[in-house]
């Protein structure tokens, strides 16, 4: 009876022992790498999500100037694009992703109200369809990235 018990407690030990430190490593490993996609791209040559939310802050903060320009600064496009910023760096998918579409909604009026204002030259009026243009194209390639496969 007591080596059966003592069988146990070895087989138990050993379970212990290799499941949480070794099974901690590979999520550690997964978790690296998810983040190492995330932050240099899959081919770690730059192109990743993370550049891609810095180019809608970017673009973002484009839109607030020409907003603050020409309509009063009724829109609040720097907010938006410091949490696009924040949530970027410390990559919460979700609320980056919803400041995204938050920024998308606003760009679609301001180029409404921009187009309807005949104070507006027709180089910012084009800075301004650059600029959510390219918010648009890096929403579509966010959206296509193999960090969204991890």
Do not use: W
């Not at 490593?25 to 730059?46: F, H, M, P, Q, T």
């Not at 104070?119 to 910012?124: H, K, P, R, S, Y």
């Amino acid at each position: 009876m007591k080596n059966k018990r003592f069988a146990l407690i070895i087989l138990f030990v050993c379970v212990f022992v290799s499941v949480f430190p070794l099974g901690a490593r590979g999520l550690n490993a997964e978790r690296y790498e998810a983040l190492n996609i995330y932050k240099n791209g899959e081919s770690a040559d730059g192109v990743s999500v993370c550049n891609d939310f810095a180019v809608v802050a970017e673009k973002a903060y484009t839109l607030d100037s020409l907003s603050k320009k020409y309509l009063n600064s009724q829109y609040n496009f720097s907010e938006l694009s410091d949490k696009i910023h924040t949530y970027s760096e410390n990559q919460p998918r979700k609320a980056a992703y919803d400041s995204l579409e938050q920024i998308l909604v606003l760009a679609t009026d301001i180029i409404s109200k921009l187009s309807d204002n005949k104070g507006v030259t027709e180089n910012d009026m084009k800075t301004a369809q650059r600029a959510v243009t390219e918010i648009q194209s890096r929403k579509s390639t966010i959206s296509h990235d193999k960090y969204n496969e991890t």
